[in-house]
């Protein structure tokens, strides 16, 4: 059987009243890229808190790499690194200070550090700003500097919580090479997100949460082929005839969706679905056929938008 890192049963947290994590099992094996998709406040970062030590368990179990958090969380946080939401380097230090002091924050010895720092330059394509300070780097070179930080200590588990949040198209772009970089030597990956493209680009196997519940779990193809049909057809309206559309669109597909902006239609067949829409004498201002997506996986769980 694959080895777990990380196994979670029943694992719930609360903050008073509040259930941000509730009850929801998990496993994540050696060498895969591990996905938590939801909205914000699904409880996805409440879940990794509690993976990375830095917050208690309320109720459940869940052990990473066979040891309970609670237990011997040092132990934990010497294997691990730790990419967080928000960017948190020191802004006065140069890019290769701000490496060298967390190498010392894992009792790495000098000579350790000072060659594992040119390599995660390297890696994060930061060779030319080595001595140059932080605070004027563009939010890419600070995300790949956070992500080669988290990396001094060759963890065996890398977290990273909304990687990409903030980041224009090219620095995503960029940044996922980087992450597939370390997919591909075998590094074990827990990526929380709210981007599908990203979640369908970078993970193995994810679950979808939504209101701290797992709603589905398996790998971008097996969601999709699980719970949305082949096509969609997107439709759009002139202002004012939506509602007179929504009410013409019964059985034209498998299954609609009527958002604040379109109509989704899902079919097997988008060719068929389009001819019958103009034989009920339906005329959107602009149709679009594409493939499902995730994004279509969790209106069909949720029955909203992935980002509130």
């Known amino acids: 059987m694959t080895e777990s890192l990380v196994q979670a049963r029943g694992l719930t947290k609360r903050f008073g009243d509040f259930t941000a994590v509730d009850a929801i099992d998990f496993d994540i094996s050696k060498g895969e890229a591990f996905g938590f998709l939801g909205p914000n406040g699904a409880g996805k970062t409440s879940t990794m808190k509690m993976i990375t030590t830095v917050s208690p368990i309320t109720e459940g179990k869940l052990t990473v790499f066979g040891i309970d958090p609670n237990v011997d969380g040092r132990s934990i946080r010497q294997r691990i690194g730790v990419v967080p939401q928000e960017d948190n380097l020191d802004l006065e230090l140069t890019v290769a200070e701000n490496l060298y002091i967390y190498g ?36 890419g070179m600070k995300r790949r500097l956070t992500i080669a930080r988290a990396l001094i200590n060759s963890p065996d588990l890398i977290i990273l919580d909304e990687p990409t949040t903030g980041l224009d198209p090219q620095a995503r772009h960029l940044l996922w090479d980087r ?27 994810l679950v979808v949460m939504d209101q701290g519940k797992v709603a589905a779990e398996g790998s971008p193809r097996q969601l999709i082929q699980r719970y949305a049909p082949r096509e969609v057809v997107e439709l759009r309206f002139h202002d004012g005839q939506m509602d007179a559309a929504a009410l013409e669109i019964g ?58």
Do not use: W
């Open 179 to 205: 992450l597939y970089r370390l997919k591909r030597d075998g590094a074990t990956l827990i990526i929380t997100t709210h981007y599908m493209d990203e979640a369908e680009q970078l993970c193995d196997r």
């Open 104 to 139: 010392r924050y894992h009792d790495m010895r000098k000579s350790e550090i000072i060659p594992r720092i040119d390599e995660l330059l390297d890696f994060a394509q930061l060779t030319e700003r080595k001595d140059s300070e932080v605070e004027p780097l563009s939010g």
């Open 251 to 308: 059985g034209l597909a498998q299954r609609s969706e009527v958002l604040a902006d379109r109509v989704l239609l899902y079919t097997e067949d988008a060719d068929d679905t389009q001819q019958r829409l103009h034989s009920r004498g339906i005329n959107p201002e602009q149709v679009l056929v594409r493939r499902s997506t995730l994004e279509d996986v969790f209106l069909r769980l949720t029955g909203r938008g992935l980002i509130d």
